[in-house]
């Protein structure tokens, strides 16, 4: 079964940082650009990064640049998103996505992960 399972997910004050992972089962992440896209109650999803099947090119959303890292450990299959700073506009599901290239038609989706900032 080839699928994306997001984790890391949680309650955060303002200010703090979580770290979401995204794990692939049934097919390689290395050959795909995986994006993190994001959707707050009665808002539509919104990507938030992206990074290429090597690695070597990353994109941010402009409200989160400077606060959030993009990486990827192809050996282990798994891809990350380290935020900091949070604030409580970041609530949000997170979901990660798998495509040929970023910006391109998501091939899969995973299940998406919480991340509510609050105090």
């Known amino acids: 079964q080839l699928q994306l399972v997001e984790s890391g997910g949680g309650l955060v004050q303002p200010g703090g940082s979580l770290r979401l992972s995204c794990a692939a089962s049934?097919?390689?992440?290395?050959?795909?650009?995986i994006g993190w896209f994001r959707q707050a109650p009665g808002k539509e999803r919104e990507g938030v990064s992206c990074?290429?099947?090597?690695?070597?090119?990353?994109n941010y959303a402009d409200s989160v640049k400077g606060r959030f890292t993009i990486s990827r450990d192809n050996a282990k299959n798994t891809i990350y998103l380290q935020m900091n700073s949070l604030k409580p506009e970041d609530t949000a599901v997170y979901y990660c996505?798998?495509?040929?290239?970023?910006?391109?038609?998501?091939?899969?989706w995973g299940q998406g992960t919480q991340v509510t900032v609050s105090s």
């Open positions: 996505g798998a495509a040929s290239w970023c910006g391109g038609i998501i091939d899969y």
């Open positions: 990074i290429s099947n090597t690695g070597g090119s990353t």
């Open positions: 049934g097919f390689r992440l290395n050959y795909y650009a």
